[in-house]
């Protein structure tokens, strides 16, 4: 069973990319370091995971919209709303 704490250590709702690179680094410093104790390195661990996965989709979703920046026949840029379906 989850308790509501976890789910709040693992909520990245409103969390920006910048922040959760640098919280992703901070991290992984720790566990390189071996600043943890071994219950929190399996947290640390966990929370890293999530961190990237967030990163990785931001930067997915960041590069497909630039895909469909254009020029268009005046030479100005245009800019169409990514359709995350299809």
């Known amino acids: ?5 976890k789910n709040d250590e693992m909520n990245l709702d409103g969390v920006s990319f910048e922040a959760a690179l640098k919280e992703l680094e901070e991290m992984v ?3 390189e370091n071996g600043e943890m104790e071994l219950e929190d390195c399996l947290k640390g661990f966990e929370r890293s995971t999530k ?3 967030f990163c990785e989709n931001k930067l997915n979703e960041t590069e497909k919209k ?3 920046l254009r ?5 100005k840029a245009e800019f169409q ?3 995350r379906q299809g």
């Not at 069973?1 to 704490?5: A, D, E, P």
């Not at 020029?71 to 030479?75: A, E, G, I, L």
Request: glycine share 0%; net charge positive.
């Open 1 to 5: 069973m989850v308790t509501k704490k």
């Open 29 to 31: 410093n720790k566990l």
């Open 51 to 53: 961190l990237l996965h």
């Open 66 to 68: 630039l895909e469909i």
């Open 71 to 75: 020029k268009t026949s005046n030479d």
């Open 81 to 83: 709303k990514f359709d």
